[in-house]
């Protein structure tokens, strides 16, 4: 079993920043990639950040300047800076991670989702 929760989401004023954090942990044998992805109401989720174990990393073009993905190995956390933030930006934060489980075909795991709301 694991699990990725995900913290430091809330309300902000446009221009403002926040910094977005998800823990993945359990019966974790590797982490291949970690990510985020956004909902907004009636819209489809979609990809905002992804960073990959020796790959390139990669972003929405609607946040490319403005975000900037990170990742700890040693802790499989994964953050999310926000900096510069539009109320477009406003929606559903989820963490996503591509890992191999003991036991467990690889596969894609989600977490619970943090909202982030940009609003004067």
């Known amino acids: 079993q694991v699990q990725l929760v995900e913290s430091g989401g809330g309300l902000v004023q446009p221009g403002g920043s926040l910094r977005l954090s998800c823990a993945a942990s359990?019966?974790?044998?590797?982490?291949?990639?970690m990510g985020w992805y956004r909902q907004a109401p009636g819209k489809q989720r979609e990809l905002v950040a992804r960073i990959p174990s020796g790959g390139t990393t990669n972003y929405a073009d609607s946040v490319k300047g403005r975000f900037t993905i990170s990742r700890d190995n040693a802790k499989n956390t994964v953050y999310l800076q926000m900096n510069s933030l539009k109320p477009e930006d406003t929606a559903v934060y989820f963490c996503?991670?591509?890992?191999?489980?003991?036991?467990?075909?690889?596969?894609?795991?989600w977490g619970q989702g943090t909202q982030v709301t940009v609003s004067s």
């Open positions: 996503n991670a591509e890992m191999i489980v003991r036991g467990i075909l690889p596969g894609t795991y």
């Open positions: 359990g019966r974790i044998f590797s982490v291949v990639a």
